[in-house]
Structure formats: C-alpha cells, structure tokens
C-alpha cells in the first residue's frame, strides 16, 4: 500500500508542480510587464514588423510627441522611451555577457517606466556618451564592477562605454540583461535618429483612467499612424505572446504526468488484485456470516479512496516542493524566478485531489469487483483461491490480438501515406490501438516471451533458475501487468531515439548532398549579423567568396490574377553554388541577374507561372519591382530551397537601405587547398563578435547532434518519473508474491534451499519480468518510430537510423533495473523463519 501511494504522489507532485510553475511564470512576467507599462503607451504602428531581429533597429517615433501629447486633456505626464533589443554586449575580454536563455539584451535610456521597475543601488546613472550601467543580476553574474569597460556592438556600429551605475529591479527579473545610456547615446548610437523614441509613455492625472486618456490620446493624434495601448492592453499583449510558449511546457509537462498516472493504474490493479487474492479466505468468512457482494465491494473501494485521498494530498504538497525545485533549476541556467511570485491557485489542489483519487478508484474497481464475486464457500478452504487473474482469459486475449493487429495497420496505413495531415492521425490511431492491444495481450505474450528469456538466461542458473522462470510464469496476468507497466516508458524512449537518429541522419545526409559551401556563419541566439561583421568575412584571406543571405516578405501578383504573401530570398550570386538547387526548368544562375528572380516548383504549377513570365513583387519595406522569371527551382523543404530567389542587387534597388533586413546566415566557400588555414582567419576575424560562430560542416552536424540530443535527453528525463512508477510496480509485485508464497518458500528452505539460492530466485524472476516488459516496449516503440519517420519523410525525414547502441543499452539497463527492484523483497525474503513460514496460512 505504502508504495501504490507512492505512485500517486508522484503523478500528482508531477500535475500540482506543473500547474505551479506555469503559473508561477506567468505570475512574474505579468508583474514586470505592469510595472513596466505607462498608464498609456504609443508605438509605432510598424512596431511589431520592426521589432523582428532582421533590421537590428527597432521602429520608431517622433520626438515631437512628447509635446503633442504634453497638451492633451487628462494627461499628467509625458515620458519618451528609447530602447533596442538588436544590440550584443561584451566585456573588455570580448565574452558575451548577455542573457544565454532566450531572454533578450536590451539597451535603453532611464524613463519614469524605469523608475517603476528599478532602483539604482551603485553608482550614478549615465550622462555622457561614454557611460553605462547595467542591471545588477547581469554584474554579479559575470563579475562586472564600476570603472568596467563594455562594448555594444549595434548595426549601425560599436562603442565602448565605462560602467558607472548598478541598477537592480524591484520585482523578479526573469533572466534579461539591461544596459542603459544617456538618452542621445541610445537615440543616435542605436535607433539612427536622434529626434526619435521607441515609444511614448503617458501618465495620467489624478482622476483620470486609462481608457478615457486612451481615447483622448487617440482623438489628438489620430488612430492611422500610431499603436495606443492602456497597461492592461500593453501587458496582456505581451502576456500573450509568452503565454502561448509557456502553454506548450505546461501541456508537455502535463503528459508526461498524464503517461505516469497511467503507469500508476497498472500498479494500483496489480496491488489490489493480489490484496483480494491474499484475502480470499478472509472475504469468504465475511460472507458466510452475511456481509454482501455490494459490502465486500465498497470496503476496497473505500480503501482505494483513503488510498488515493493520502496520496493526493502529500502529491500536491510534493507539487509544490517541485515547483520550488524547477524555479531553482532555472535559476542556475540564468531565468530567475523568485519564491515572492509564487502561485497556488485554488485549482491546482482540487485538480490535484480529484485526479489521484478518481484514477486510484477506477484502478481498484475491477479488483473490487473480483472480491464481490468470493464465494463464501472460500472459507472452507484451507488456503485462499488461486490468485486472481492467474489464468489468460481468452476473450481479452482475442480483443488484445484484434486492436494490435488493427493498430499495425494503421502504422502501415501512416507510413505509407502521401498526406501528411492524414499520415498524422493513422499514426496516432495505430500508438493507441497498439499500446492498448499490447496491454490486452500481455499475459499472452507473458507466456511465451518469458520461456524464451528463460532459456536464453535462466536455465544456465539450474534449478533456481527454473523456479525463477515457474514463478514468473505462475500468474501471467500479474506478469503482463507488471511488464506492460514498464513497457509504457520503454516504447516511448524507443520511438524518440529513432525519430532523433532519423533527424540528425536525414539533416547529415542532405548537407552533404546539396550544401556546397564550407563553412556557415550564423548566431545561435538569432541575432542579425552586423555590416562590421559581414564586411569582415568578406577580407578574410583564404576565402574565395562569401555569400549574403537575407530573408524580405513580399506580395506577388500573379499571371493568373490576383496576389500572394510569399518570402522572398536575396543572395548573393554564389548562392549557387554554395547550397546545390536543382532546376527544373531555366537555369539558376540567371535567376540572380538583373531584375530576375526564379520561383520553386509547387509555386509554378500552382498559379501557371513559366520561365520568361513576368511577376510584379511588391516589397513590404519597399517599392515595386516587376521581375522576370529565368528558373523554376525543385521545392525541397528539408533546406528551404522552396522559396522565391533574387539578387542582393536586385532587391537593393527596391528597399532601402536603412529598411534591408541584415543577414542572419552567411556563407563562405574556401579557395583550393586552403579550408584550415581559411577556417582559422574566419573565426580569429570574429573573434570580436562573439554572437556569432563560424562551423564547417563537421561543426554544423555536430551542432544538430547536440541540439537533438539535447531535447530527447530532456524528454528521457521527464519520461524517467513514468519508469521510476513502474519500478515501484515490479517492487510492489515481488513484494506480495513473497508474502503470498510464505508457506511455499519456508518448504522450499526446509528441503534445502539456502538463503543465497532463494534471494537469486527472486532476483532472477524479477529480472526476467523487467526484461519481459523491455522486449515489448522496445518493439513496439520501433515500430511506432519507425511509422513516424516514415510518415516524416514527407517533411524531408528521409534517412532511417536506428540507433542500436542506445536500443541495447535501454534493454541492458532493464536488466539492471529488475536487479534493484529485487534488492528489498530478496532480503525480507531471505530472512524469514522456517518454522514461521511453514506454519503460515
């Protein structure tokens, strides 16, 4: 009983601390967006197409505002903010000392919005040029101190500044670094304009709220130009943006909650099953003196409640303990979340509470119903009945063999599918229909797969050996139970690594077929590459060309009527070669000429378009061109090779300069013979540009390597909470089988068996069990990974790896599981009395 609770603390610590965090989250960033947030705010209306990290210059507005509005009725105060998050920062050693977790570096000027969310606690605020402070997460974090030297590299250039001030925030900063300047420095050094402000911010005065100031700031100034917004429209405009990522950890997190709560179902039935089997004479006599089927029932129901009422309520306190836990875990990787901000709603225990114990009753029902049904002629008997669920029922076993074989269907239908929207839902239909058919058919399976594990590992250890395999094979509804338990887990950590293998394969075979360039500069944090920077590639000796890459949205009229929102890539001529497109009509190098642009395939067919056809390109930055299209290009999603191709040249007569967008890749292709010594002068050249990094292509797979490897061991992580359940299970079924063999194992002592002999007998089944549920979680997840590469291939997942290594080590790590679970019930085992188990009943 003690460790079924522990299986529902766990699932619902794993609920409770998700909601808490979530929220807990959400808490944090919704107080720094507030307090943030004048009474009214306006923007540029562009301000969202601008704050997109390509130009490296946020919108702006003019400076004139802050008088216009100084005039408007309700308005209490004016205040301009000028801020960039298109700028990296680095110490005198030229290390990045920016944000490594997603969060932005935001340089600004001190407005009232500041004056809100911090508090300088050293030093001075800056007034020239030539000073800066920073926040004070960021200095204590990297060591930076006043006097410190930092360099801002922006797009329109870099420039040294002295530390002078420390600010630290008055709510929870959440991992950005803020560096602040004087107003003239941010306004010339980073927006380009020293009579603008990236936005306006307006306090209103006493008696006035927001949406009557709202409305009266949007009567002066008119609505067309400008975006108005109240705080509570500002923060829940940001809120949003965050909330839809922080709703895919909450719901990521939550099943694989979901997956251990179902684990904890198979532990629950083969905990109460063996309960009632071990009562059976004890149920029999309650009947025989008159207790009901419907009394007998409710008793381990209302057992099953106390159960899950216990184990509920420690699992939400775990929850939040787990909570507390995750904001620490962050805090260590740089997004700091206080305790201050921590969130229980009133929801999170009730769904805490309610899920633990309906899922523990509904677990126990079946078991409940079986001790219903003792007869009271069991109290007759000298021992109990055979255990329950001892013998395959042969209907379950017909329904398991039916809902697998239509599950393998499905995959087959999935793999084979040309749609991927309909591949999608075969394969989901076939994961359920199969993992449910295998939980159907595993005392099936159970008797077959164990005699095969038996003669392969068991028999070489003699008789205990065969007793172990007897044992195993005594109840194997209890063993198939207990396997499939584990065999949840296991299949999900065999389709991953396939799907992961498949990934890094697929992604290593396409770069080397249609990559040609040697080497690939980027930003791992998405920031633009600077002109400074790309001006410096380009002078490297070694190199024999780089290549510009630059992504501009663009509208597309047709010659069939009407237009189309499509991306458009500018390159540099040498794209060509440095990333292999094939043609399907026209060629590709005269797509970079003059007025020329080439189209993929799927786009020609689609709306009639032919090389020689002329297609009027309207730039959203931009003017109007009208282009000829010299090549039909093969659409290949697996490198983005289906998007519209033109010129740099080309597109730079049409957008202007200061509304480019920056490179966010570039390439760069090596003369003969000189790759290393090329390599080296690339990366010693940007050695003062530390967001960037310059990779081969021995580089760039080990990236993707790392990056997939990184994501499924974060995915094995939380899968490791579902197989700890199922551990617990195995413990749990060694545990009540050594009880309900007392007699059995105090003969087996008397005749001879040794305390050593016995614990091995233990182990070994346990073993042979954990073994069982491993072959049947491995299979059946390589056929679901599998499927789904396949079902991938459409999106250009098309090499099947396999990755065997980490296959065996899975099943090799069952074995040493089923070893550990066997360590407790092989010891209380081991020391029983003879005399006392013999006389047991």
């Known amino acids: ?31 720094l967006f507030t307090e943030t947030a004048a009474d009214v705010t306006v923007s540029s209306k562009d301000a969202e197409e601008s704050e997109t990290p390509d130009t490296g210059r946020p919108a702006t507005v003019p400076a004139s505002l802050l008088d216009e509005l100084k005039g408007v009725d309700g308005v209490a105060s004016v205040s301009g903010s000028a801020y960039s998050t298109g700028v990296t920062v680095v110490n005198e050693d030229d290390e990045n ?90 306004q010339t050094r980073l927006l380009g304009d020293r009579d603008a402000y990236t936005s306006v911010g307006v306090t209103a005065a006493e008696g006035v709220g927001d949406e009557e100031l709202k409305e009266n700031v949007a009567a002066a100034l008119g609505s067309g130009d400008y975006k108005i917004q109240t705080q509570e429209e500002y923060a829940a405009e940001n809120q949003q943006e965050l909330g839809s990522f922080l709703d895919v950890i ?34 029999g006599l309650l009947r025989a003196i008159g207790s009901s089927r419907r009394q007998v029932n409710r008793s381990v129901l209302v057992e099953a409640l106390l159960l899950g009422v216990l184990g509920s309520v420690l699992g939400v306190g775990a929850g939040v303990g787990l909570a507390v836990g995750l904001m ?58 055979p255990v329950a669920g001892g013998r395959v029922g042969r209907v379950r076993s017909g329904v398991g063999l039916v809902l697998t074989l239509a599950g393998a269907g499905a995959l087959v239908v999935a793999a084979g599918s040309e749609e991927a929207s309909e591949g999608s839902a075969f394969l989901g239909l076939g994961v359920v229909l199969t993992l449910v058919g295998f939980v159907l058919v595993g005392p099936l399976l159970a008797s077959f797969v164990v005699r095969v594990l038996a003669v392969a590992l068991l028999r070489a250890f003699g008789p205990v050996g065969r007793m172990a395999e007897r044992n195993a094979l005594r109840n194997p509804r209890r063993t198939g139970a207990t396997g499939a338990a584990l065999m949840i887990g296991l299949s999900l950590v065999a389709s991953l690594s396939v799907v992961g293998a498949s990934l890094v394969a697929s992604a290593s075979d396409e770069l080397d077929r249609s990559v040609g360039a040697d ?123 289906g998007a519209v191709y033109l010129s740099t040249a080309t597109a730079g007569r049409y957008v202007p300069e200061d509304r480019m967008p920056l490179n966010m890749i570039m390439f760069a292709k090596a003369e003969d013979g000189q790759e290393d010594a090329a390599y080296a002068a690339l990366k010693a050249e940007l050695k003062r540009f530390p967001q960037y990094t310059v990779r081969n292509q021995a580089d760039y797979k080990e990236l993707l ?34 009880v ?82 066997a360590l407790v019930p092989a010891f209380r085992a081991g020391r029983m009395n003879v005399l006392s188990a013999i006389a047991s009943e």
């Not at 709560?261 to 905990?271: Q, Y």
Request: charged share 20%; aromatic share 6%; with cysteine.
């Open 1 to 31: 009983m003690l460790l079924s609770g522990v299986a529902v603390v766990l699932s619902v610590a794993f609920v409770c601390g998700t909601l808490v965090f979530t929220d807990t989250m959400n808490t944090t960033f919704d107080r």
């Open 328 to 385: 620490e875990l962050m805090g260590l990787v740089g997004m700091n979340l206080s305790t201050d901000d921590l969130t229980v709603r009133w929801t999170t225990p009730v769904v805490g509470v309610v899920l633990g114990v309906v899922v523990t009753v509904l677990a126990a029902y079946l078991p409940a119903r079986r001790a219903g049904k003792v007869s009271p002629m069991a109290a007759l008997r000298d021992d109990g009945l």
């Open 250 to 283: 909450k719901y990521a997190l939550l099943g694989f909650a979901g997956i251990a709560l179902l684990v904890g179902v198979f532990l629950i039935v083969n905990t109460f099953s063996m309960l009632v089997a071990q009562r059976t004479r004890e149920i």
């Open 705 to 738: 390597e790392g990056q997939v490897g990184q994501m499924l061991n974060m995915v094995y992580g939380l899968l490791a909470l579902a197989i700890v359940v199922a551990v617990l299970g195995v413990v749990n079924t060694l545990a009540l089988s050594v």
């Open 519 to 641: 080497f690939i500069v980027q930003s791992d944090s998405y920031q633009p590459i600077v002109p400074e920077a790309a001006e410096r590639l380009g002078s490297v000796e070694g190199v024999e060309h780089v290549t510009e890459y630059r992504v501009l949205e663009a509208r597309l009229s047709v010659p069939g009527g009407g237009t189309v929102s499509e991306t458009v890539t500018a390159a540099s001529p040498t794209y060509a070669q440095d990333l292999r497109v094939d043609t399907v009509a026209g060629e590709l190098s005269a797509a970079y000429g003059r007025d020329a642009m080439s189209v993929p395939e799927d786009f020609a067919e689609k709306h009639g378009v032919g090389v020689g056809d002329r297609i009027e390109v309207d730039f959203e930055r931009g003017g109007t061109a009208t282009l000829t299209v010299r090549a039909i290009t093969v659409a290949d999603t697996s490198v983005d090779q």
């Open 740 to 821: 309900e063999r007392t007699r059995e194992i105090g003969l087996m002592r008397a005749i001879g068996l040794s305390r050593r002999q016995l614990r091995r007998m233990i182990r070994l089944e346990s073993v042979v069990i954990a073994l069982f549920g491993a072959l049947l979680g491995l299979g059946l997840g390589l056929c679901w990974g599998v499927a789904a590469q396949r079902l991938l291939a459409l999106e250009g997942l098309k090499v099947l790896e396999v990755p065997w290594p980490t296959i065996a080590a899975v099943f090799v790590g069952a074995a040493v599981v089923g070893l550990v679970a």
């Open 97 to 186: 000392v920016g944000a490594t977790t997603g969060a932005p570096t935001i340089a600004s000027n001190w407005s009232e919005a500041d004056e809100r969310s911090m508090e300088v606690v050293s030093g001075r605020l800056p007034r020239g040029g030539g000073e800066v402070a920073v926040d004070a997460d960021t200095a204590e974090k990297h060591g930076l101190e006043l006097g410190d030297e930092l360099r801002t590299i922006a797009a329109s250039g870099d420039f040294r500044a002295e530390i002078v001030g420390v600010a630290a925030f008055r709510s929870t900063n959440p991992g950005a670094t803020v560096v602040y300047f004087d107003t003239g420095t941010v």
